[in-house]
């Protein structure tokens, strides 16, 4: 499994990104997925989650109401909106996938842990 994380880039404080993450394989809808971020000299933080079939989504407080993860199966894809941003958001940010069959609360997918496959990060820059 390979994910790719595009879209990352250098914004003013208030503006909109869109994250793409594109999943190789022929399993996607049996991935939990999620995006995490990484600034520079702090730990990986939890960013959002989506179940397999898209129906349950679970978010950090930080970006509750600003950001939207979604996903799209059939193009192996999963997204994070992110609107309203702050200089705050200024991180890497990576796409991650949880292939295990067995099934958790989407709060479960908080942790790095969780997840078996991480893409490579994509950069995103929030200027004040």
């Known amino acids: 499994v390979q994910l790719q994380a595009s879209g990352g880039g250098l914004v003013q404080t208030g503006g909109s990104l869109r994250l793409s993450c594109a999943v190789s394989?022929?399993?996607?809808?049996?991935?939990?997925m999620g995006w995490f971020r990484q600034a520079p000299g702090a730990e990986r933080e939890f960013v959002a989650a989506?179940?397999?079939?898209?129906?349950?989504?679970y978010y950090a407080d930080s970006v509750k109401g600003r950001f939207t993860i979604s996903r799209d199966n059939a193009k192996n894809a999963v997204y994070l909106q992110m609107n309203s941003l702050k200089p705050e958001d200024t991180a890497v940010y990576f796409c991650?996938?949880?292939?295990?069959?067995?099934?958790?609360?989407?709060?479960?997918?908080?942790?790095?842990?969780?997840?078996?496959?991480w893409g490579q990060g994509t950069l995103v820059t929030v200027s004040s």
């Open positions: 989506i179940s397999r079939s898209g129906g349950s989504t």
């Open positions: 991650a996938a949880d292939g295990s069959p067995t099934f958790y609360t989407i709060t479960y997918y908080r942790a790095p842990v969780r997840y078996d496959y």
């Open positions: 394989g022929r399993t996607f809808s049996g991935y939990v």
